[in-house]
Nanobody
């Protein structure tokens, strides 16, 4: 059974940075495209960034985070990262990672990691 463990969230001020990590176990991690999702209070979960499988580095970003967020993966560590720079209050949400299959999340969700951007 696949387990996802997200970490790296916290409380930061606008303009600051955070780096999120997500470690996956129980799967052949490298064969899956991976994504970072987020869910703000009262909102639906949305896909923020996606990276292709294997050794490819094709990435796709939500328009509102382009130029500020960077997704990366380390297949040797079964880990996907999200570098978040120039954070804004509207980035406040719980962030989750998951495999992306046919544009949908594929595995059971982990616990997520909370990001709060506030002055």
């Amino acid at each position: 059974q696949v387990q996802l463990v997200e970490s790296g969230g916290g409380l930061v001020q606008p303009g600051e940075s955070l780096r999120l990590s997500c470690a996956a176990s129980g799967t052949i991690f490298s064969i899956y495209a991976m994504g970072w999702y987020r869910q703000a209070p009262g909102a639906q979960r949305e896909l923020v960034a996606q990276i292709s499988s294997g050794g490819l580095t094709n990435t796709v970003y939500l328009d509102s985070v382009k130029g500020r967020f960077t997704i990366a993966r380390d297949n040797a560590k079964n880990t996907v990262y999200l570098q978040m720079n120039s954070l804004k209050p509207e980035d406040t949400a719980v962030y989750y990672c998951n495999a992306v299959l046919n544009n949908s999340p594929y595995w059971r969700w982990g616990q997520g990691t909370q990001v709060i951007v506030s002055a």
